[in-house]
């Protein structure tokens, strides 16, 4: 194309960039927001010597109860076999949607499963100035109040248990896990000395939880000497860009955990989730598939003591890879 004047050219260039950026939001609302895929992800997290246990780690699916495509994708992940589940919170959008979880959950909730909530389990959503999420401290909003007594109930009649500000110990194919959890930190309402203290020495994994993986939460877990922590909220960064990754957490976590597995500290595991949904009122994905994540966790080389067994140690927030 050949433009006779410089004027022309900007308008040609200007729509050029509107058509792009329209191609852009459609792709990312229409498309990739509905993509929905399975992560894997082996974790060497176990006490030596134990077998291997297969975690199914959900998240943030921001339930409307429309959403036939997440649902029906939900149901599928029952094939999977896993044998534990995890559900690190934001299972709602809207007032009625708590059968739309349970029915899409389906047989996993058949199987053992432990659970904490988020935000959007409490609070509906509202619409926000997205800029906001580039400051890490911002006023929070709250939409009109969920129905998660509702959701809870429903976990914990077919077997899911409740561990915020709980500690608790189950076997699980042959796996003792010693495991406590926090409410969110992102409202907080996390009160982690409820469940300080060392966890049972004598279990095969020892598992935090939590909806918002906040430093000052996963340092407490890591002092106290868990081998895994499991985490969702950051939605990935939802908006990412190619050879760059994720512009925000919305939360103090940095960056480069946004997702995925990482190590805090000199022994502690982390794995964020992506997760499943977005808010209605921001409903688009980019570079940033919605997910679950099917962990492997296998038994850790024997590194002697944790730290977080040693009184009198002192610890940083440094984050290690």
Known sequence: MVFDNPRNALRGTAAGLAGAAALGVGYASLIERNAFTLREATMPVLEPGSSSLRVLHISDLHMMPGQKLKQNWLRELDRLEPDLVVNTGDNLSHQRAVPAVVQSLGGLLARPGLFVFGSNDYFAPKPKNPLKYFKKEHKRTH???????????????????????????????????????????????????????????????????????????????????????????????????????????????????????????????????????????????????????????????????????????????????
């Open 143 to 321: 939409g009109e109040p969920l129905p998660w007594q509702d959701l809870r109930a429903a976990f914990s009649e077919r077997g899911w248990l409740d561990v915020t500000h709980t500690r608790r110990e189950l076997e699980v194919a042959g796996i003792r896990i010693a495991t406590a959890g926090v409410d969110d930190p992102h409202l907080k309402r996390d009160r982690y000395d409820t469940i300080a203290g060392t966890p049972n020495p004598m279990a095969n994994l020892k598992l935090g939880i939590t909806h918002s993986p906040e430093p000052r939460v996963l340092d407490r877990f890591a002092e106290d000497g868990y081998d895994l922590v499991l985490a969702g909220h950051t939605h990935g960064g939802q908006l990412c860009l190619p050879f760059y990754g994720a512009l925000v957490t919305n939360c103090q976590l940095d960056r480069s955990r946004v997702k995925g597995p990482s190590k805090w500290g000199a022994h502690t595991r982390l794995h964020v989730s992506a997760g499943i949904g977005t808010s209605p009122y921001a409903p688009a994905r980019f570079c940033c598939r919605p997910e679950a994540t099917l962990l492997t966790l296998v038994a850790a080389p024997d590194r002697g003591p944790k730290e977080g067994h040693r009184p009198g140690v002192s610890r940083s927030s440094a984050v290690v890879r």
